[in-house]
C-alpha cells in the first residue's frame, strides 16, 4: 500500500469514529450544536459589519461623485457620460471594484437626459451587485427624482 492508501484509511476510519461518537454520546452533540450556533453567530456579526463598511463605502463615494461635479455642456455630458460607461462596465469584471462601478454608472446617469430609460438598460446589462449598490447610491442622494424600477414609463402619467 503506498502512502495516498494510508491516508485514505485513515480518514475513512475517522469518518466512522466520528459518526458513532456523534450518534451516541449526548455530551459530544451538544458540543457540535454548540460549535454550530458559535459559527453561526460569527458569521452573522461578520456580515452586519460588512454591510455597514460597504454601506460607508457606498456613502463615501456618493459624496465623493458630488464633490467632484457634472459637466453643464452637452458635448461635455456626452463626453462624460462614456467615459464613465466604459469606466463602469470594465470596473464591473472585478468584484472587488463593484462600489467604484456603480460610482461611475451613477456619474453617468446623473448627466443622463432620461435616467429611467438608463435604469432600464442599467438592469438588464449591469451585474446584479452593482445594480443593488446603484440602487442605495439613488436612494441615498436627494438630489435624484427617478426610481429604479424601470418598469413604468414617462407616457401616460398626465405630463407634457
Known amino acids: ?30 458540543a457540535l450544536k454548540r460549535e454550530s450556533k458559535r459559527t453561526a453567530r460569527a458569521a452573522k456579526i461578520e456580515a452586519e ?58 456619474r453617468a446617469l446623473k448627466v443622463y437626459p432620461s435616467p429611467k430609460d438608463l435604469i432600464g438598460i442599467y438592469d438588464k446589462t449591469v451585474p446584479k451587485p452593482v445594480i443593488d449598490i446603484l440602487a442605495e447610491m439613488i436612494a441615498l442622494d436627494p438630489d435624484t427624482n427617478f426610481s429604479m424600477s424601470p418598469g413604468g414609463s414617462d407616457h401616460g402619467d398626465g405630463e407634457p
Open 49 to 106: 459589519a460588512h454591510g455597514a463598511r460597504q454601506k460607508e463605502a457606498i456613502k463615501d463615494a456618493l459624496e465623493e461623485a458630488k464633490e467632484q461635479g457634472f459637466p453643464t455642456e452637452i458635448e461635455e455630458k456626452e463626453a462624460y457620460f462614456m467615459q464613465e460607461v466604459s469606466r463602469g462596465e470594465t470596473l464591473c469584471q472585478d468584484e472587488s471594484k463593484r462600489i467604484e462601478a456603480a460610482t461611475s454608472f451613477y
Open 1 to 30: 500500500m503506498d502512502l495516498g492508501s494510508h491516508v485514505n484509511a485513515l480518514r475513512l476510519a475517522y469518518a466512522v469514529y466520528f459518526d458513532h461518537k456523534r450518534q451516541t454520546d449526548p455530551e459530544f452533540r451538544k
